[in-house]
């Protein structure tokens, strides 16, 4: 948003879906960037970037292992993780970027190929059967690793989120194929707790 401030929204050419584009233009006509822009100015919270650029190395090499196709914005994730919701403890730190990062990929992931969010969801409610494809295994590894830190019930609740926020993705594909913020479905993000609601960004495989 700074960058489309900065370069009288050249930057809007980015945004493939004209639609999208439309929606992205009229919130910065709105002054809402600026507005935002001078309130977080002298903004300046403890970041350790040493932390957020080590564990995009572990994450970006264990998503290769584990076949998961994530964009490379992974260090901008836990960047983001690392100046929202600093963590001295380095394992939890890593637990919580690799939901970050993983679930703001699996977003996009879902509204383009709907059958990998049926399989998802399959593999979570449906474990005996086994992952079909990297990302239930994914997920699985995920949720283990953040689970020493959790209360079981935490996590039962953490969980349900997470899956209900897949059926609310897989339901809105449903509803407007092309993921379209103006026709998005007020009753499907509340009913099922989607993530980013208000913000899509899958008008064309982009990270998130």
């Known amino acids: ?12 050419t980015a945004v493939p879906d004209p639609r999208h584009r439309s929606m992205v233009a009229g919130v910065v006509d709105s002054g809402l960037v600026d507005e935002m822009i001078a309130l977080t100015e002298s903004f300046d919270p403890p970041v350790d970037l040493a932390q957020a650029r080590a564990h995009a190395d572990v994450l970006t090499a264990e998503f290769a292992v584990f076949g998961v196709s994530v ?7 836990t960047l983001m993780r690392a100046l929202m919701v600093p963590i001295a403890n380095d394992t ?14 699996a977003d996009d992931v879902c509204c383009h190929d709907p059958a990998e969010a049926e399989a998802i969801l399959r593999a979570g409610a449906l ?4 992952a ?28 349900t989120f997470f899956y209900n926020a897949i059926t ?41």
């Open 1 to 12: 948003m700074d960058t489309l401030q900065c370069t009288a929204r050249s930057g809007l």
């Open 71 to 77: 964009p490379a914005t992974t260090y901008n994730i």
């Open 92 to 105: 939890l730190a890593l637990a919580l970027d690799r939901i970050w990062v993983f679930t703001t990929n």
């Open 127 to 130: 474990p005996e059967q086994g």
């Open 132 to 159: 079909s494809s990297p990302n239930p295994r994914y997920i699985r590894h995920m949720f283990n690793e953040v689970a020493p830190y959790c209360d079981p019930t935490f996590l039962a609740v953490f969980k």
């Open 168 to 208: 609310g993705v897989l339901m809105e594909t449903e509803f407007t194929p092309e993921a379209s913020d103006e026709v998005d479905s007020d009753f499907v993000r509340v009913f099922n707790a989607s993530p980013s609601s208000g913000s899509r960004h899958c008008s064309s495989p982009t990270p998130a």
